[in-house]
């Protein structure tokens, strides 16, 4: 089974924000909720890199795992999903997650957060597909439909990839082979004290 | 814990798959829910889904019960990209949008704009209805009631002040169709005084342009960058403006190893993918590209063949380039000279290269030279005419090429005619109108052939002494078709103008700057027009291609169509039987299909006449066809058999003889029946004794091989093609030549017979001409450097100083030469040391009323912001993200312009940038509340242009915001 997997092509980013624009588009979300966010490096200097960032789906989710109400679950596809019906708005998974993907509707002290809201992949909730009780709740369920998220399918440059690991990064090193230069990426300095010369 | 979802029964394509193989599946918990009666809305709804052939709502929220979603092709709104949006709508909602994976141009990408564009149908800031201004006190009014107001007032300012005392703004977001009625509206009120975006955009290219190689525009493609080995950016910040052309950008550059190189005086987001950056001081254009051509020159790295077969003049270019040494250049720009060096041997070794510009070039007093001067860095490599290199002029709106082609324009009619007395007869046989009655309607023949009021210069038409403005009266009224006003620099001039103005019409989704702007309590009028996904028509995307549209879901609210507002207005003034003559109106609408044929039938010279609405369906329905990097179709397939995606302009011909477009402009490698073509020969056979036609250059398999004038009638006749002639088109030629029928030129012969025959001889009906690299008719025939009228470095000012005034310049005087001037005497320079800037932002687009009232767009930017270097921040003691107060050498005293800093290395010392979206805070005043309730846009904020200053390039009437100063201090 195809495991689910975004790529951010960080020499391709332009911080177009189509992917946050599609993303309220396809889902309805409401003002002051970012499923998904452009994150700049170093902006406006030389070496500025940006990013898209939502929910990594993660293999082993540290939101999952801190859950007191066990609201997550992983997919045949590798999408974490989560509940929002068994969701109690407590935050521990906004502390644990190393992204910032969750978003809470409220902003107060003492609980009320409200449910969280995340990036799905495009695959909905725990209700039946494509049923209005699932849209309302998490939005529309474009992997159920055999589509991929919408925002990486409108990505201006074709940096943001989604789709199965295998398949996006092989894309991705055909990429990097062909540019002949260190991939560019977020980090990749970090990891190997590589300067990138583009 | 949850229990996973593997039990899923299949991976589903479509939902009627799933509903199909449920329905014969066994009692699963969705069969449970329906028969249990529970979650009844919704399921109920999937329940009733008709099956066959109907495709469900598979985006946004899941369709209506019974409803059948239907999928539309549109295309953006925004940049002149030319996305195609797919949209899917159920009862007459657009609930879903899709990418668009077979266009060749954007291949299912957006931007943030373009991701977002089915807000714009929601409306909820749009205008409703028609309103007035009654008192002070906006009110509802009806449509006839505002369209009979309206004209009657006109004809009052009409009999009072002539016909010229109306401005016909119109807009770059029309449709071709919705521009040429605006167009031929104003020509039929009597006035050229109709102008639109591209004067503020790329009124400079266009002129610049077309005095070099003869048609002012992009001569390649976003999808041909692909091809290029060198790839320069000068003042365009296309990571933000063209958000999907770096797509091809990119992705070119990856496959190529190409140099990126971009030339801005900030370190903009394209910037930051480029494999080289250059920092410039703002306004400094042409000492740059003269320094670069100075090492080209140095070191013979020139292309000899190129230049000696195909331009004309190189030499005085020469000449002016040995002025600029490095050390001037770096005097002056502050450039280095082994950078440009490097840059330079780049561009004119590593070919194909391509040069690409956009507003930071082109406004500014000097801009027509700024273009120029590319053009002859691009002819002096030999750049231009093939694959991969060219002039890639980034166009900003949407339709702003093909408004620009139907001239909505002040010095044209549609395609670039002119106004001289051919021109206009020439259209008057296109409408089937008398000359005479049509000249009647100005004020005389000599206003009828003069150009018109710029829009960058309306207001000072409105409010100087009546003396100075040359024509019968000052400005009386503006009719505003989707413009914003704060696009326009000098915004207290214009708030103003538009308190002395007699009459404001403005027709838009929204009430724009226009409305809110100004103390007016009587005689305003909002017209709500829908956008373009509610009309259809077709568009021309920056290279040159048209895409037709459908309408996507019915106009909202109250709103009409600009086509249905022109045809309502002219019959309210009794125009609408002789503009419509040839036009199927239906319930008070012009079809658009109708209006594309009378383009057609008109639009000889610019090649407007190939593209039937038949083919441009015909292309859309075959998106799939067209290569990505080529943009032909297969010979073989269906319907669009080769051609180019879009039938690129020129499209020689009529529909029926089938031209495939132009790819590339001037490419002598095609046959020109295949999209080649050479430089056209418009401006004579000689020039001081030396000839103006190519010499041993010609498209592939000419008969005729060298340089040649364009064709007459006449020149058929020497050559003997003339009997290749049809009947019916000698007939033609012979019934609009009148007595002199060897006189009648390819561009005015409307039986395309002419362009047809020439084709069959393998030449173009143009000419085979020299490009030049001198243009003799232009202000400075040569680029010169000219200091930005309030330049940071007064000391330069002696040596280059701005041009000479100019009493009567489009109708109203050009002092600009004295403002210089008495900036450098007082010292302006001192007071306000931070040179202003302007550009854009992604999410938002062009005045902004459209975006700042998309929820989606504008949550991203919520504040209007100035960018200043850490270091003069720290001077200024100004923290990031504090408010900060900014003034200009124009503002009155004590006013100024309340925005946040943005502390960044992005912008150099000395240096400030402001986005030019923002409107709705005037000096510090928070306008929301003179907006009609509802429709104030979600974010306001300062505009630039209440900060910008005087300065008009004087071929154009260009505006200047990309070079002026101001002072920031903290607030």
């Known amino acids: 089974m195809a495991r689910m997997k975004f790529l951010c092509d960080a020499d391709r980013c332009i911080e177009c924000n189509a992917c946050v624009t599609a993303c309220k588009n396809e889902h309805e979300v409401p003002w002051g909720i970012n499923r998904r966010r452009v994150v700049t490096l170093n902006d406006g200097k030389p070496g500025e890199r940006s990013i898209s960032m939502a929910c990594m789906h993660c293999t082993d989710a540290p939101c999952q795992a801190v859950c007191p109400t066990n609201a997550f679950y992983t997919t045949a596809d590798g999408v974490v999903l989560h509940s929002k019906d068994i969701c109690i708005g407590c935050g521990y998974c906004f502390y644990a997650c190393p992204f910032g993907a969750p978003q ?16 799905t992949f495009c695959a909905g909730g725990p209700e039946a597909d494509n049923t209005v009780a699932e849209y309302a709740q998490y939005g529309t369920n474009r992997l159920a439909e055999g589509k991929l998220p919408l925002c990486a399918e409108m990505c201006s440059t074709k940096s943001l990839l989604a789709g199965d690991g295998d398949i996006i990064a092989a894309i991705y090193k055909e990429r990097v082979t062909k540019r002949g230069y260190g991939s560019g990426a977020w980090g990749w300095k970090t990891a190997y004290r590589e300067t990138i010369a583009t | 814990m949850l229990i996973k979802r593997t039990e899923r029964e299949a991976r589903r394509g479509m939902l009627a798959a799933s509903l199909a193989s449920q329905s014969g599946g066994g009692f699963d918990r969705r069969t449970f829910l329906r028969r249990s009666g529970l979650a009844a809305g919704a399921l109920a709804a999937i329940g009733t889904l008709p099956l066959g052939g109907v495709r469900k709502a598979e985006a946004g929220p899941p369709a209506p019960p019974g409803a059948r979603v239907t999928t539309t092709k549109a295309v953006c709104t925004h940049c002149s990209v030319g996305c195609t949006v797919v949209a899917e709508v159920a009862n007459g909602v657009w609930i879903g949008q899709e990418p668009g994976w077979d266009s060749p141009l954007n291949r299912g990408s957006h931007c943030a704009k373009g991701a977002a564009v089915r807000e714009l149908v929601h409306g909820d800031r749009r205008l409703r209805y028609p309103i007035k201004m009654v008192n002070g006190q906006w009110t509802r009014v009806s449509w006839d009631q505002a369209i009979n107001e309206i004209g009657d007032k006109l004809v009052a300012i009409r009999q009072k002040s002539g016909p010229d005392a109306v401005h016909w703004l119109g807009s770059a977001k029309f449709s071709n169709e919705g521009a040429y009625l605006n167009r031929k509206f104003a020509a039929f009120w009597g006035t050229n005084n109709v102008d639109h975006q591209a004067r503020i955009c790329h009124s400079t290219t266009v002129t610049g342009v077309a005095n070099t190689w003869g048609y002012g525009a992009q001569t390649n493609s976003y999808n041909d960058i692909r091809n290029a080995k060198t790839i320069i950016f000068m003042g365009s910040n296309a990571a933000e403006a063209h958000p999907v052309s770096l797509q091809h950008v990119l992705s070119g550059k990856e496959l190529n190893r190409a140099n990126m190189i971009v030339f801005d005086p900030r370190m903009t987001r394209t910037a930051a993918h480029a494999t080289e950056y250059v920092r410039f001081r703002s306004g400094t254009d042409i000492p740059v590209v003269w320094g670069m051509l100075w090492h080209i020159f140095q070191n013979k790295w020139e292309d000899e063949q190129f230049i000696k077969q195909r331009v004309f003049g190189m030499d005085d270019v020469r000449k002016e380039v040995a002025k600029w040494t490095p050390d001037e250049v770096e005097r002056v720009s502050g450039v280095p000279g082994e950078q440009l060096k490097r840059v330079a041997e780049m561009f004119a070794k590593q070919k194909p290269s391509t040069f690409i510009w956009c507003m930071g070039a082109t406004q500014h007093t000097v801009s027509t030279a700024n273009v120029r001067a590319f053009c002859n860095l691009i002819l002096a490599t030999g750049n231009v005419g093939g694959v991969g290199l060219g002039a890639n002029i980034f166009r900003g709106h949407c339709n702003v090429q093909g408004a620009t082609d139907l001239g909505l324009d002040i010095v044209t009619l549609p395609l670039y005619y002119g106004l001289v007395e051919g ?23 000599p206003m009828m052939e003069a150009p018109g009021i710029p829009s960058t210069r309306w207001f000072d038409a409105a409010t100087l002494p009546k003396d100075q403005v040359a024509q019968q009266d000052n400005l009386k009224a503006m009719v505003v078709f989707g413009h914003g006003g704060n696009t326009i620099t000098r915004m207290p001039k214009a708030a103003e103008g538009i308190e002395k103005l007699e009459l404001l019409v403005v027709a838009d989704p929204h009430p724009t700057t226009w409305a809110a702007l100004s103390e007016r309590k009587n005689d305003t009028y909002l017209l709500p027009i829908c956008t373009q996904f509610e009309c259809s028509g077709s568009r021309t995307a920056s290279n040159r291609s048209l895409q037709w549209y459908e309408r996507v879901v019915a106009p909202i609210f109250e709103s009409k169509t600009d086509y249905e507002v022109f045809y309502l207005l002219a019959k309210k003034l009794g125009l609408a039987e002789q503009m419509f003559k040839n036009i199927k109106v239906e319930n008070n609408v012009p079809v658009a299909e109708d209006l594309l044929r009378e383009i057609n039938r008109g639009g000889f010279s610019t090649g407007y006449c190939g593209q039937s609405p038949e083919r441009l369906k015909a292309h859309m329905r075959n998106q799939d066809k067209f290569d990505l990097v080529s943009l032909r179709a297969p010979k073989d397939a269906p319907e669009v058999g080769g051609d180019y995606y879009g039938l690129p302009w020129p499209c020689w011909g009529t529909p029926a003889i089938r031209h495939p477009g132009t790819h590339q402009l001037y490419n002598t490698n095609l046959h020109v029946k295949d999209g080649g073509g050479t430089f056209r020969a418009r401006f004579g056979l000689e020039y001081q004794g030396k000839t103006l036609l190519a010499e041993g250059s010609y498209s592939k398999d000419s008969e005729l091989k060298d340089g040649y004038p364009e064709f007459t009638y006449g020149v058929l006749k020497k050559l003997g093609w003339d009997k290749d002639l049809a009947d019916a088109e000698r007939a033609t030629i012979e019934r609009i030549g009148g007595p002199n029928p060897d006189a009648v030129g390819w561009a005015i012969d409307l039986s395309g017979g002419i362009q047809r025959v020439c084709l069959e001889h393998g030449v173009i009906h143009y000419g085979n001409g020299k490009a030049r690299a001198n243009a003799w008719n232009l202000p400075d025939p040569i680029p010169t450097h000219r200091e930005p009228i309030y330049t940071p470095r007064p000391d330069l000012v002696a040596k280059y100083p701005t041009y000479p005034d100019v009493k009567a310049q489009f109708r109203v005087p050009n002092i600009g030469f004295s403002v210089q001037k008495a900036a450098v005497d007082k010292g302006v320079a001192k007071e306000f040391p931070l040179i202003l800037t302007s550009g854009r932002l992604v999410e938002y687009e062009g005045g902004g009323e459209e975006t700042r009232s998309n929820k989606w767009l504008a949550e991203l930017q919520q504040d209007a912001f100035i960018e200043i270097n850490p270091a003069d921040a720290a001077a200024r003691n100004i923290q990031d993200g504090a408010w900060v107060l900014v003034s200009g050498p124009e503002m009155a005293n004590g006013k ?60 154009t009437g260009m505006q200047e915001p990309k070079a002026t100063l101001c002072q920031i201090r903290a607030a």
């Open chain 2, 896 to 955: 100024v312009c309340r925005v946040k800093a943005l502390v960044t290395e992005r912008v150099g010392k000395g240096v400030s940038w402001m986005p030019f979206h923002f409107a709705g805070w005037f000096q510090n005043v928070d306008q929301r509340g003179k907006y009609p309730p509802g429709t104030d846009p979600i974010v306001l904020g300062e505009s630039v242009n209440t900060i910008t200053t005087y300065g008009f390039d004087p071929a």
């Open chain 2, 423 to 445: 021109a206009w007869r020439h259209w008057c046989r296109v409408w089937e109108v008398d000359y005479n009655w049509m000249q009647a309607r100005f004020v005389s023949k």
């Open chain 1, 104 to 119: 809470y509707p409220r902003v107060g002290n003492f609980g009320s957060r409200g449910k969280m809201d995340k990036c």
